[in-house]
């Protein structure tokens, strides 16, 4: 089993800035795709952010040059670093991971969600 724990979400006001964390533990033996989605009240969860085994990142078209993602292989931890932050950002952030375990299955694992809200 693998589990996703999430840190970093909190109140901010519109224009500064938040730092996500997703940390993997578990039966891991190598992860895919890493990456993080989020939900505002009343819509749907979308794509914020993913990023490759290799390096290679995607991004939602309203956050692209503010919400750079990273990861960290060696601790099976990805990053979002959200800059400039907007009302419309508030959301629960989800962290996403596709994770091959040892007997070399490949599954998607999802983080319980932590809380940004951007509000003067």
């Known amino acids: 089993q693998v589990q996703l724990v999430e840190s970093g979400g909190g109140l901010v006001q519109p224009g500064g800035s938040l730092r996500l964390s997703c940390a993997a533990s578990?039966?891991?033996?190598?992860?895919?795709?890493m990456g993080w989605y989020r939900q505002a009240p009343g819509k749907e969860r979308e794509l914020v952010a993913s990023?490759?085994?290799?390096?290679?990142?995607n991004y939602a078209d309203s956050v692209k040059g503010r919400f750079p993602i990273s990861r960290d292989n060696a601790k099976n931890t990805v990053y979002l670093q959200m800059n400039s932050l907007k009302p419309e950002d508030t959301a629960v952030y989800y962290c996403?991971?596709?994770?091959?375990?040892?007997?070399?299955?490949?599954?998607?694992?999802w983080g319980r969600g932590t809380q940004v809200t951007v509000s003067s």
């Open positions: 996403n991971a596709g994770v091959e375990n040892f007997e070399r299955r490949i599954e998607t694992y």
């Open positions: 578990g039966s891991i033996f190598s992860i895919h795709h």
């Open positions: 990023i490759s085994q290799y390096g290679t990142t």
